[in-house]
Nanobody, 124 residues
Framework: QVQLVESGGGLVQAGGSLRLSCAAS????????MGWFRQAPGKEREFVAT????????RYADSVKGRFTISRDNAKNTVYLQMDSLKPEDTAVYYC?????????????????WGQGTQVTVAS
């Protein structure tokens, strides 16, 4: 089973940048797609970004497209989420997850393992 640990969250000003990291343990890490999700108070968990097992293909939520970039370094078993031009609406707990398939899927049900989350707060 894959274990995931997020880091890099914190408080930033609107318009600023932040990079989240997700360290994964597991021998089959490189075989699966990875995703980032977020959940704000009073809202449902929502899809943010996903990347295929090879790191070649990516998908983004419309709300973050053009501002966020997902990437992975399979040699280091790490997935990243570079967040630029941050908005107060981006404030949430961010979770990384590993999928049960290799495609860059967007639905939570397609992900098997989840991290504990890291808080991102964007000042307004």
């Amino acid at each position: 089973q894959v274990q995931l640990v997020e880091s890099g969250g914190g408080l930033v000003q609107a318009g600023g940048s932040l990079r989240l990291s997700c360290a994964a343990s597991g021998r089959t890490f490189s075989s699966y797609a990875m995703g980032w999700f977020r959940q704000a108070p009073g809202k449902e968990r929502e899809f943010v970004a996903t990347i295929s097992g090879t790191g070649v293909s990516t998908r983004y939520a419309d709300s973050v497209k053009g501002r966020f970039t997902i990437s992975r370094d399979n040699a280091k078993n790490t997935v990243y989420l570079q967040m630029d031009s941050l908005k107060p609406e981006d404030t949430a707990v961010y979770y990384c997850a590993s999928s049960i398939i290799v495609l860059p899927v967007t639905t939570p049900g397609s992900y098997k393992n989840w991290g504990q989350g890291t808080q991102v707060t964007v000042a307004s």
